[in-house]
């Protein structure tokens, strides 16, 4: 009987200490995953309280320095100003994963040509083309200002670094080819995340008219971006377990992989011009990524680093140098 009362003890102990055990196990796990998730919540998801969202992102010293307006305000916001005087159309297209996708476009006189403006991480085209969309537009360029899923009016919950955003961007210029009786040159601009965007779209399928890319400060992937973010900014090297994570949330909630987001494989495949531009005093993405991009690209290309300038910065500190190389640029490939 002693016997008995004994072992059944011994099982209950050892009963607890097991339960014990998985609880610690799963409070740790649910730590190690939350951490991802807040990554996550912080670089991709982007649904609710867009305005605030942006305010804290912006509110890190690295993103600071590298807008355009901390040490170009008032072109910035002169330009910004400008762009909201126009008498724009909205146009609408529906992404492959069923999202309304929103876009403003504004004809020019006598036009040579269209370009299509992609904008960068959490921006807005009248931002991010503050200062180069007027120069375009008095010299012939039918602009579309694309609001990027999630931001402006375009519906969507996540931002996915360029893996659906360039899905979006061959499908905005094919909405532009539909609109182009006169069969003008087509160009895709972008920016940051936008221009990123605009090279992975390259590797696909887009109408005849597309002559060329124009890329300022584009990175070169998702994963790689991260990285330097997590290793600058952070001083962290060692990620691999966040990048697992945020992979992970990547498919689980947003429906594509990391690996998705990359410019690699499209510039093997590119055969359109890009221009290429990088400030080599970007700390928000390193001018590496652009040599990189500019490294593969087998098209012919063009590669302008402004010594002095910052994260979409070259325009406003050699503008006279960046309209003349944008200005050939079309007058070669038209």
Not at 63 to 82: I, Q
Not at 177 to 206: C, D, F, H, T, W
Not at 276 to 283: E, I, N, P, R, S
């Amino acid at each position: 009987m002693a016997n008995t009362i004994e072992k059944e003890v011994g099982y209950q102990i050892m009963k607890n200490k097991i339960i014990k055990l998985f609880g610690a196990a799963l409070g740790a796990f649910a730590v190690f995953m939350a951490f991802g998730w807040s990554f996550f919540e912080m670089t991709v998801r982007f649904k609710d309280n867009k305005k605030l969202a942006r305010k804290k992102w912006f509110a890190l010293s690295h993103t600071k320095v590298n807008h355009p307006r901390h040490k170009f305000e008032k072109e910035y916001e002169e330009g910004k100003a400008w762009c909201a005087q126009q008498d724009m159309l909205d146009c609408y297209i529906t992404s492959a994963d069923g999202l309304t996708l929103h876009a403003s476009y504004l004809p020019a006189e006598d036009a040579k040509r269209f370009v299509l403006l992609s904008h960068g991480y959490k921006g807005s085209g009248f931002g991010d083309f503050a200062y180069t969309s007027r120069f375009l537009h008095e010299n012939g360029c039918n602009l579309l200002f694309i609001d990027q899923r999630c931001c402006g009016a375009s519906e969507g919950e996540c931002i996915t670094f360029g893996a659906k955003e360039k899905y979006d961007v061959q499908r905005w210029a094919y909405y532009i080819a539909r609109q182009n009786k006169e069969k003008l040159p087509i160009y895709l601009y972008g920016e940051s995340m936008g221009a990123a965007s605009v090279l992975m779209a390259s590797g696909y399928k887009l109408p005849r008219e597309v002559k060329g890319l124009i890329s300022d400060c584009g990175f070169r992937s998702m994963k790689g971006q991260i990285q330097d973010m997590a290793a600058n900014w952070f001083h962290l090297h060692w990620i691999g377990l966040l990048l697992f994570r945020l992979n992970l949330f990547c498919a689980l909630f947003a429906g594509f992989h990391m690996k998705d987001a990359d410019t690699a494989e499209a510039m093997r495949e590119n055969q359109r011009p890009v221009l290429f531009f990088h400030g080599a005093k970007d700390t928000y993405v390193d001018p590496g990524n652009t040599i990189y991009n500019y490294s593969l690209c087998r098209a012919p290309k063009e590669l302008v680093i402004m010594s002095e300038a910052r994260h979409l910065c070259s325009a406003y500190e050699e503008p006279e140098r960046y309209k003349e190389k944008l200005l050939s640029f079309f007058e070669q490939y038209d």
